[in-house]
């Protein structure tokens, strides 16, 4: 398990980013893997199975990339729409730029770092990489591919 202060910097990272209360997480386990943090729904039995040889357990959650902290798509995907900072609504032409390789130039008035990618208000797409006025996708080329078609 993550110790207590390696569990704050993600979860205090996703508040400062993203207004995403760290309070949403206190009935999940943390746990670090070289890095990467993987994310467990905390349960009774967790200690019981700690003796078994696990290759893999809950939700990889976050990465730590240098300077930044990276939340997985599927992390985001599950609780950006807690969001309350640093998410942008993109339309199907956004996206199709996007799609393309293109970058979006646009004028956040953020710090550089990551953006919750929003297919208008309700579809959380994943994350894009805000610096210097552009935005990039950061989300896999299938889960672009997903919300191209969807």
């Not at 910097?9 to 993987?38: D, N, T, V």
Request: proline letters at 3%; aromatic letters at 10%; a positive charge.
């Amino acid at each position: 398990m993550a110790e207590n202060t390696e569990r704050q910097r993600p979860f205090a990272y996703l508040e400062e980013r993203f207004g995403i209360s760290a309070g949403l997480f206190k009935e999940y386990l943390l746990l670090k893997r070289g890095k990467a943090w993987l994310l467990v729904k905390d349960n009774p039995h967790i200690i019981d199975a700690s003796s078994l040889k696990v290759l893999r357990v809950g939700l990889r959650a976050f990465y730590d990339v240098g300077a930044f902290i990276k939340p997985s798509t599927r992390m985001i995907q599950l609780f950006g729409h807690a969001a309350t900072k640093a998410r942008l609504e993109i339309d199907q032409a956004q996206l199709r730029s996007l799609w393309a390789g293109e970058s979006l130039s646009l004028d956040l008035n953020l710090e550089k770092g990551y953006v919750i990618l929003c297919l208008g208000r309700d579809t959380i797409l994943g994350l894009g990489f805000y610096s210097d006025g552009r935005v990039r996708s950061q989300m896999p080329r299938a889960e672009l591919g997903k919300a191209m078609s969807g």
